[in-house]
């Protein structure tokens, strides 16, 4: 692998097993979306790096249509760190799948914007395009706060890594 300077690209690095993970999750759920939070941590200026997508189910979900709802996303959250021996795990963002070979959505942006507004710190989000049967191509946007209450959202490079 070769290691450019960056620079301050926005990056998402997401564990190839938690990567397969949301695959099959999105391929299964197609042709609706299916989504939840990213868990992980921040390393450095807008990296992010995704140790697990958990699932947090929308029974609502429909093709064009995920929403991550507050409670059910808070408690599959407390209970992967209940389990994590990681200190540094917590909360990076938001993930969720397109059954088409989509983007992330002017809603997903605004979305986004929303979700950082209210946190005030970084917010990451994956989209997991369904490609074909078997492949799903990952897209990212990070959200940073902006003063004095606005966001910025940026693409980010998706890089799958070695756990
Ligand atoms: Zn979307």
């Given amino acids: 692998m070769i290691t450019a300077d960056r620079g301050n690209a926005p990056e998402v690095r997401i564990e190839e097993n938690a990567f397969h993970r949301g695959e099959a999750i999105a391929l299964d759920a197609a042709p609706h979306e299916s989504g939840g939070i990213l868990v992980g941590w921040w390393e450095g200026d807008g990296i992010a790096v995704v140790r ?22 808070q408690q599959v959250l407390d209970e ?17 799948s397109h059954p088409t070979p989509q983007p992330p959505s002017p809603t997903d942006r605004h979305a986004l914007t929303g979700l950082v507004r ?8 994956v989209v997991l395009a369904v490609m074909s049967e078997h492949a799903v191509e990952a897209y990212s946007l990070i959200g940073e706060p902006c003063w004095p ?4 959202i940026k693409p980010a490079d998706v890089e799958r890594i070695a756990p």
Avoid: K
């Fill in 52 to 73: 697990g997508l958990l699932a947090v189910p929308d029974h609502r979900a429909g093709h064009t249509h995920y929403e991550r709802r507050h409670t059910p996303a």
């Fill in 80 to 96: 992967y760190l209940a389990t994590s021996s990681e200190p540094n795990v917590g909360y990076v963002g938001e993930w969720h």
């Fill in 118 to 125: 209210q946190a005030r710190h970084s917010v990451a989000l």
């Fill in 149 to 152: 209450s606005r966001a910025t």
